[in-house]
């Protein structure tokens, strides 16, 4: 037990740990392109921070008529993205801070991604950050993708952790809203801060209006450890 008492932190991993969304931007217009889509754009792909990689795909194939299985669409996707993803993910310093902070205080930590479990192996090896958490898991992993709460439900079992023990950091609507829905706190920290008075933000316990620009480890660390 770490000196937070029972508290587990489970980490949302693109836009919340890593800045990885232009490599997915740019893995997403080339396979759309690919596929007879040509013309997707950096405001288009906002729409869908934060929703798994599997439904994105889903919702992809319906909207520009993709003829091609989901599941080889994924798996070109996660070859384009990693293809850029090896050579550059940044973590977000203060977040790297923050993960810091907490592995001194022996708190246990998760990652629950939306992304495949390749491509999250590959970020968090790659960036160093995978000596820290005990528990890693994919959508793929789980019945439903967020905003759904099966992924942070999955963590918080597999971390032997009550979901009232466990705060979210998470970046996206969607994941706020599955952060709520399994019975957890959360700190939002918008990817995009121009989403930040969308609904599902105002369920977080905290929230940084200015995203990334805004957060502040110890501001965190001050506000999970005042209960």
């Given at each position: 037990m770490g000196t937070l008492g029972d508290t587990a932190v489970v980490f949302d991993l693109d836009g919340t740990l890593v800045d990885s969304e232009p490599n997915y931007y740019e893995a997403a217009r080339e396979l759309l392109a690919a596929h007879g889509a040509p013309g997707f754009t950096w405001e288009d792909n906002a729409a869908y921070v934060g929703i798994s990689?599997?439904?994105?795909?889903?919702?992809?194939?319906?909207?520009y008529g993709i003829a091609a299985p989901r599941a080889e669409l994924v798996d070109e996707l996660d070859r384009r993205y990693l293809e850029r993803a090896r050579v550059s993910t940044p973590v977000f310093p203060e977040m790297r801070t923050f993960v810091e902070l907490l592995a001194a205080e022996g708190v246990p930590m998760a990652v629950a991604s939306g992304s495949s479990r390749a491509a999250i192996e590959v970020i968090l090896a790659g960036t160093g950050l995978d000596v820290y958490p005990r528990v890693v898991v994919s959508a793929e992993?789980?019945?439903?993708?967020?905003p759904a709460p099966d992924v942070f439900l999955e963590a918080a079992r597999r971390l032997g952790a009550a979901p009232a023990d466990c705060v979210v950091i998470e970046d996206a609507a969607p994941g706020v809203a599955a952060a709520h829905a399994a019975g957890m706190r959360c700190v939002?920290?918008?990817?995009?801060?121009?989403?930040?008075?969308?609904?599902?933000?105002?369920?977080?316990?905290?929230?940084?209006?200015?995203?990334?620009?805004?957060?502040?480890?110890?501001?965190?660390?001050?506000?999970?450890?005042?209960?």
């Open positions: 990689t599997w439904e994105t795909l889903g919702r992809w194939k319906e909207r992993e789980v019945a439903r993708g967020k939002a920290v918008p990817y995009v801060p121009a989403q930040a008075d969308a609904p599902p933000f105002a369920t977080a316990g905290l929230l940084v209006r200015g995203g990334q620009a805004g957060f502040r480890a110890r501001e965190a660390f001050a506000w999970i450890a005042g209960g």
